[in-house]
């Protein structure tokens, strides 16, 4: 028999607090985003003078024609979808064999490994010896440069190896070896299955730091055709910002400031769309793997 409990008023109180504050900050969350957006197809003028609140005035598509103008934008599209994808392949395959091994009981050595992993968290070679090295690889220019150097992060070893510790037990591990399974046949016939989980969440993370990176990119590429997206984004919103010396008038300024509002929403809403597409099919995983992964070990 169901009973159903009556609140008190205490407590319809605190339900209405928290669904107050939960709307407060979901609203903190979407409005900036939605207002990109709307702002992207608005009048720059009418957005500078805070006119534009919650629908687009001065409809305009100006600033992505301009932005898709450029001929240079497909090529960044290309090149940033094979930096995110051998990033992504490069980076899961070495930190989920690593997690998996040092997750391992019986596997030698594995607390000294830990420390030197945990070393470089707080110690890195600098700007200048990593360029050299890239340099003396020769991997300027090319995507090597951008996938091997931050090809694992430790944080992203830590999570998994923890995943595996706490959703692999050791006893299906000895099973599989009582079978006549090998360490590299439990692992890819057993472990892999398991851990779909963590292996979205480390490939969500590699995509987006590949997608959105361009540091990297602006010190080991000089070749233009091999630009990412990104990269060239931020070229075309530096050619558009008006330099005083060169304007002759007034209007001329005014109408170069009014280009660059159009583009600088543009170009957000340009360089996150691919990413706001691939989530939703990655977030069931991405959220369990989340979860489990953080759970201390």
Excluded at 94 to 106: D, F, G, M, P
Excluded at 162 to 191: K, L, Y
Aim: net charge positive; charged share 15%.
């Amino acid at each position: 028999m169901k009973h159903n409990k009556r609140k008190s008023r205490e407590d319809r109180i605190f339900d209405l607090i928290n669904h107050l504050i939960l709307i407060v900050v979901v609203f903190l969350v979407i409005y900036p985003l939605y207002f990109i957006v709307i702002a992207s197809f608005s009048d720059p003028t009418l957005v500078a003078a805070g006119q534009v609140w919650l629908f687009p005035k001065g409809v305009t598509l100006e600033g992505y024609k301009r932005i898709f103008a450029d001929s240079s934008i497909m090529i960044g599209y290309k090149n940033s979808v094979i930096y995110a994808g051998v990033g992504a392949i490069v980076s899961v395959s070495l930190t989920v064999t690593a997690a998996y091994s040092l997750s391992i009981k019986h596997f030698y050595g594995k607390n000294f490994f830990m420390v030197v992993f945990m070393i470089t968290m707080f110690f890195g070679g600098g700007l200048i010896p990593t360029y050299l090295l890239v340099k003396n690889l020769h991997m300027l220019d090319t995507v090597w440069a951008l996938t091997i150097p931050n090809a694992v992060a430790v944080f992203n070893l830590i999570i998994t190896r923890t995943f595996f510790t706490m959703s692999i037990p050791e006893e299906v591990r000895e099973a599989a070896a009582i079978d006549g399974c090998s360490d590299i046949g439990t692992f890819v016939r057993i472990v892999l299955p398991l851990s779909k989980p963590i292996i979205s969440v480390l490939f969500l993370f590699t995509v987006v730091g590949q997608w959105n990176g361009f540091f990297d990119a602006l010190i080991y590429i000089n070749n233009d055709k091999l630009y990412p997206l990104q990269l060239i984004l931020r070229n075309i919103l530096i050619q558009s910002q008006p330099q005083q010396g060169m304007v002759q008038d007034v209007q001329t300024l005014l109408a170069k400031q009014r280009v660059r509002g159009l583009i600088q929403y543009g170009v957000i809403i340009v360089s996150t769309l691919p990413l706001l597409i691939i989530y939703p099919f990655l977030q069931k995983n991405f959220v369990k793997g989340v979860m489990i992964g953080s759970i201390k070990g």
